[in-house]
């Protein structure tokens, strides 16, 4: 992905590993439109970037600090920026027992998808910081004196001498897609937390994470529902238009649910022009996506544009694995194809998603808690991407200990309510370490845009009442206001539009097949038909476990061919997350993919 990557010696001999940092930079110019610049270049670190022309990232050369910036801090000019970032340098460099809680409430009110990187000239101290909901993940590896930090992964793979996998990592990733808190798949990497501060002063290395986000507490539960939704479309329309491109095309990625009509009529309520553009992959025929699309467009009179889309070839497959290393996976391919041909027709783009709407406006669950121990058993059954049961077979882990770092991550969580605990799952887990690292895919095509992150609408909505949210009956207040046709146009989902007096009940309805049927079942009834023998997927992963030693050294060989001469008794799911698992331990280990063997074949 691009972004900003930093290579640093606590001694100060990072010369053995400057020549090692240029070919890791080569790995990541993924396009024939990305370059690579050295930033910063001294004895203890360098600082560099990959990047592609319309990708923000801003260097400032302040008095007293260097400062780098990635990603948007929205309604900055380019006048107010510089004095921002001189603001919170000072703030940064400040005696730390005072300067705390200014930072803290600085994070809250930074409207922003960013990490900035400080050099403080005459110390050579450096402080790295994100924003407060973590919206562009990267990643960090240290042990000894040597500290790297990235926004990609595959850049820290490159600089180091050899990796070795972690085995929980791959468990995680297996069971949900998605390794839990700091894991990554590769033991020493972790991915940073959002509001993570970095600290580099001389030979002292420290982070910190200066706030988490405590979901008991519903500071708007006095407010009336129709009061809540109001103050919600103010912030959102605010969020659209903050966001929104001067010098680029806006493109709303518009299907037939809530979220992305949210956007589209905040952005048409803003008077900000973009266009609506719907796909239909190769094998969904049947979905309503494009017809429910074009209805909204036809009421609303917005530009839009439906994309049929081919079947993804390798070349697509091995491009996801490589801008994602494994983190996005492999089923998702076809998406490659679509923002291919968004760049080929719009050029530069700010590519706005609905992201968001769906973890913070709606209810998360109907069930309530008796212990800690029934919080884990149901994240465990409702978000399986594969049974747990596959997943020890396949790692050599057991249960109880794949349960047991669950259970570790939700006891540290800081609700005290379990059903808020849940929440707070779907938050830190599932939304910023799968969601997140889907909408960071998109930014290696465009900048992608999410208004519902913004971080004060998304503390505003995250302080709203539980009971405001069941029925989406706040969901549906804030659409009425925010524009009212949204909601007399049905939904993919339920085949209702949200005014509807059934819409409230198909929500409960859908929510409790959510929370009680196992989401591995939910994908094998869903998907059309599972991978026989003859796909290139199950040809694919059996080339690879009959080669690569480091696939068979980290799962279970036996279990992998059992899997491969049975595909067509696992969900398209199952196999997809197991072949990305796969495939990455393949490149990484070995530095090249059997993928390569079908770039020009179909994976269907």
């Not at 905040?266 to 699309?293: C, K, N, Q």
């Not at 198909?506 to 409790?512: N, W």
Request: charged share 25%; with cysteine.
């Amino acid at each position: 992905m691009p972004g900003m990557s930093l290579a640093c010696n606590l001694d100060g001999q990072l010369g053995r590993r400057r020549g090692k940092m240029d070919e890791a930079l080569d790995a990541l110019l993924h396009n024939r439109d990305y370059y690579k610049r050295t930033l910063i270049d001294c004895e203890q670190f360098a600082l560099a970037c990959t990047t592609y022309p319309s990708y923000p990232l801003l260097v400032l050369n302040l008095p007293e600090f260097t400062v780098v910036v990635e990603g948007k801090l929205y309604g900055l000019t380019d006048t107010d920026l510089p004095k921002q970032m001189e603001r919170l340098a000072g703030i940064l460099f400040e005696e730390r027992a005072r300067n705390d809680g200014r930072l803290v409430a600085w994070l809250l009110s930074a409207d922003g998808d960013f990490i900035i990187f400080f050099l403080r000239k005459k110390t050579n101290e450096i402080i790295v910081l994100n924003d407060a909901i973590g919206r562009l993940p990267w990643y960090c590896y240290r042990v000894g004196e040597d500290v790297i930090l990235s926004r990609e992964m595959r850049f820290i793979v490159r600089m180091l001498e050899e990796i070795q996998f972690d085995r929980m990592g791959i468990a995680q990733s297996l069971l949900f897609g998605y390794p839990l808190g700091n894991r990554t798949l590769i033991e020493n990497v972790q991915r940073l937390t959002p509001a993570t501060l970095v600290r580099i002063s001389g030979s002292t290395y420290e982070t910190s994470a200066l706030h988490t986000f405590n979901f008991d507490f519903k500071e708007h539960r006095q407010r009336t529902v129709e009061d809540n939704a109001s103050e919600l479309v103010r912030l959102f329309r605010e969020s659209c238009r903050q966001r929104a491109s001067q010098v680029s095309t806006n493109v709303v990625s518009l299907s037939g649910g809530l979220d992305s009509r949210a956007v589209a009529a905040g952005l048409y309520e803003e008077r900000v022009p973009f266009i609506g553009i719907t796909f239909l992959e190769h094998d969904r025929t049947g979905s309503p996506d494009m017809t429910i699309a074009s209805q909204l467009a036809k009421l609303y009179h917005w530009d839009w544009e439906g994309y049929l889309l081919d079947s993804p070839r390798g070349r697509h497959v091995l491009q996801l694995l490589r801008i994602k290393n494994g983190l996005v996976h492999l089923g998702m391919s076809f998406i490659i194809l679509f923002f291919e041909r968004i760049k080929e027709k719009h050029g530069d783009v700010t590519y706005f998603t609905g992201d968001g709407g769906d973890k913070v406006l709606p209810s998360q669950t109907t069930r309530t808690f008796s212990n800690i121990e029934q919080v884990a058993d149901a994240i465990v059954k409702t978000h399986q991407m594969s049974p747990l049961e596959t997943v020890t077979e396949l790692t050599k882990l057991s249960e109880a200990e794949i349960k047991r770092e669950l259970l570790a991550h939700l006891a540290d969580y800081p609700e005290q309510d379990l059903r808020q605990k849940y929440v707070h799952f779907m938050i830190y887990e599932r939304a910023m370490k799968w969601l997140f690292e889907g909408e960071d895919r998109n930014r290696f095509y465009f900048w992608t845009a999410a208004p519902f992150y913004s971080v004060r609408f998304f503390v505003y909505a995250m302080n709203c009442p539980e009971s405001q949210k069941i029925r989406n009956l706040l969901y549906r207040r804030f659409l009425e206001q925010l524009s009212k046709p949204t909601t007399e146009v049905v939904t993919t989902d339920v085949r209702l539009p949200p005014n509807s007096f059934l819409y409230g009940a198909s929500q409960s309805a859908k929510l409790l097949l959510i929370d009680w049927l196992p989401r591995n079942l939910k994908a094998r009834l869903k998907r059309e038909s599972p991978y026989d023998s003859r796909s290139t997927i199950v040809k694919c992963l059996r080339e690879q476990v009959e080669t690569c030693a480091s696939v068979k050294a980290c799962l279970s060989s036996e279990s992998l061919k059992d899997l491969i001469e049975n595909s067509s008794g696992y969900s398209r799911n199952e196999l997809e997350y197991l072949f990305s698992i796969t495939s990455i331990i393949e490149d990484f280990s070995v530095g090249h993919s059997s993928i390569d063997h079908y770039l020009d074949t179909a994976f269907v």
